[in-house]
Each structure stands twice: as structure tokens, then as C-alpha cells.
T-cell receptor
């Protein structure tokens, strides 16, 4: 069974640009979570989608947004990129409270 | 809001040693998770538990709900166990995750 996949693996942007990160959950999982892990810091919860709806968001500004598609895949969009947005962005899918993580997208903002 | 603490922050052990990593949290939870993050960044879920004890190979996780405390034990440690171990708790709705800062483990041959 395929695990959670994320694309791209690496993404380099400059300040002010927009970044789009993608996540495909494990087949049958309806919940997708996004996390940010900045260098040297712990995991921070960003967004939770379930059945196409945003269910909860962490303490991040509105320029962090996303959506979940009918096939349960998800996009994370970060607008007006700032240097401190450089981080590893992890997606996880969930079934019955257990989360399975993707390999992450490393975003670098120059 | 739940606060999750881990100890120690860093741990160096010799191959074969028994290792314990501790996690404490401040508010009642529905489940506690132990995650392993390797240097490349990938995260693997090791355990999810809400009571008692679970064992998988050389790994054992315990939780004491009354004391709001969990431990992760590694028996007969091996260099391939070197990673960051993260404790996370999910709330009564099972969906809001709060992560501990992680424990960086290095097992030397």
C-alpha cells in the first residue's frame, strides 16, 4: 500500500512569491494535516482538512491557506513568502486518530 | 492549551544500552503518540496509546494517565536507533496535535 506522498521534495522561492505544496494521503484516509518544522524548532500544527473542509488551523497568519480536493489530496499555499517561512513542511493523513507522515517538502525562501 | 515536555533533550548512549525517554503533558488527552524522525526529516509513527503499555520489537511505550506521563524505552540500543524521538498528544476530539520538543538520541557503536 502506498504511503503519504508529497511534492515537490524541495522548493526554492524568493521573498514575496507564492509557494504551493501538495500532498496525497493514503488511500481511504479522509483527513490530511499540515505541519511546519522550522530549522531547530519542533513541529507546529498548521492546518487540518477532513472530508474537503478545513476543520482547524494552528496559530499561523492567513497567508497560509490550503484546500482539500474530492479525492482527499490537499494543497498548502503560502502567499507573500517571508524568510522565516523556510522550513520542512510535513503532511500526514489519518484514519482513526493514527497519523501517517509523508516525507516532507523542504521550502527555502531566499 | 496542552504543554508537552520531554526529557532529556539530548541523549548519547553506547550500543546495547537500555534507553528511556520521558514525556509529560499538562491537560487530559485522548491519545499519546511517539514519533521517530530520522536526519533526513522523515517521520515514522512508533506508537499510539491511551493507556497501559505497548511493545514493538525492542521498543516499549508506557503511559500513566493519572500522572500525565509517558515513557519510551529502547532495549539493546543500536546505532540505527539514532534519531529524534518526538512525543505528541491529541486532545479529547482526537484531532488537535501538540508536539513535544523532541529528544535527540545518538547511539554510538
Amino acid at each position: 500500500e502506498a504511503g503519504v506522498t508529497q511534492s515537490p521534495t524541495h522548493l526554492i522561492k524568493t521573498r514575496g512569491q507564492q509557494a504551493t505544496l501538495r500532498c496525497s494521503p493514503i488511500s481511504g484516509h479522509t483527513s490530511v494535516y499540515w505541519y511546519q518544522q522550522a530549522l531547530g524548532l519542533g513541529l507546529q500544527f498548521l492546518l487540518w482538512y477532513d472530508e474537503g473542509e478545513e476543520r482547524n488551523r494552528g496559530n499561523f497568519p492567513p497567508r497560509f491557506s490550503g484546500r482539500q480536493f474530492p479525492n482527499y489530496s490537499s494543497e498548502l499555499n503560502v502567499n507573500a513568502l517571508e524568510l522565516e517561512d523556510s522550513a520542512l513542511y510535513l503532511c500526514a493523513s489519518s484514519l482513526r486518530n493514527e497519523q501517517f507522515f509523508g516525507p516532507g517538502t523542504r521550502l527555502t525562501v531566499l | 492549551k496542552n504543554e508537552v515536555e520531554q526529557s532529556p533533550q539530548n541523549l548519547t548512549a553506547q550500543e546495547g544500552e537500555f534507553i528511556t525517554i520521558n514525556c509529560s503533558y499538562s491537560v487530559g488527552i485522548s491519545a499519546l503518540h511517539w514519533l521517530q524522525q530520522h536526519p533526513g526529516g522523515g517521520i515514522v509513527s512508533l506508537f499510539m496509546l491511551s493507556s497501559g503499555k505497548k511493545k514493538h520489537g525492542r521498543l516499549i511505550a508506557t503511559i500513566n494517565i493519572q500522572e500525565k506521563h509517558s515513557s519510551l524505552h529502547i532495549t539493546a540500543s543500536h546505532p540505527r536507533d539514532s534519531a529524534v524521538y518526538i512525543c505528541a498528544v491529541s486532545d479529547n476530539y482526537g484531532q488537535n496535535f501538540v508536539f513535544g520538543p523532541g529528544t535527540r538520541l545518538s547511539v554510538l557503536p
